[in-house]
């Protein structure tokens, strides 16, 4: 995979420029950008399309600055079944193209398809596609912020997850915003196509 740090005092960056194809299979992690890192994205990145991750990691792991552009796509899929497809951790993840977690298998088993606990924002040409779900669909943490201009599916093809949307921090769904959530698994009360926590805020003007 792709491992993205800098050392020392000294930053790290990575581009993928448009038209690169980044492929990643049979590996621990498939992209892991620290906290002193940015890492573009205008092409195509595909973790774990082909063939299953070898490791106990994330598909893409994100700490730092991550900028996923309008012409840009990413596709995570065969991640193990104790790690998120994404995992946004720390920094700020920035969306205006395609991101697809779970396109053949279910991801996370007991953790959300797509984690973020920093500051996520979903563009206006932004998509973010989710399916596969075994706990959660997304999952925004205590600390987590994530603006969403563009559009959110979850469970629209196959399975959204026993919690559709589970919001422990903040959102808001700007008025270009559409957040949709099918096949929420029933399991009875623990089941929610959307739950916003004790104390927390959730915003929607879509």
């Known amino acids: 995979g792709i491992y993205n740090v800098g050392s020392a005092g000294m930053l790290a960056y990575f581009l993928n420029k448009a038209g690169g194809e980044i492929t990643a299979d049979r590996v621990s992690v498939g992209v892991h950008n620290e906290s002193n890192s940015t890492f573009d994205n205008e092409g195509l990145i595909k973790i774990g399309t082909t063939a299953a991750l070898g490791g106990s990691n994330p598909g893409l792991y994100n700490k730092g600055l991550f900028n996923n552009t309008a012409t840009a ?3 995570v899929d065969n991640v193990g079944p104790s790690q998120p497809g994404l995992h946004h951790e720390t920094g700020t993840f920035t969306n205006g193209g395609k991101i697809t977690i779970g396109i053949t298998t279910a991801i996370g088993g007991t953790h959300p398809n797509f984690h973020n606990n920093g ?3 979903n563009q206006a040409t932004g998509e973010i596609r989710i399916d596969y779900c075994s706990e959660a669909g997304f999952q925004n943490s205590f600390n987590g912020s994530f603006t ?6 979850i469970g629209k093809n196959v399975n959204g997850g026993e919690q559709g949307f589970f919001n422990d921090g903040t959102v808001d769904n700007k008025t270009t915003g559409t957040i949709n959530i099918d096949r929420v698994a029933n399991t009875g009360s623990s ?3 959307l739950y916003n926590g004790f104390n927390r805020t959730f915003t929607n003007a879509g």
């Open 73 to 75: 796509e990413i596709r």
């Open 119 to 121: 500051t996520f924002v």
């Open 148 to 153: 969403n201009e563009g559009l959110l599916d």
């Open 191 to 193: 089941s929610n196509g």
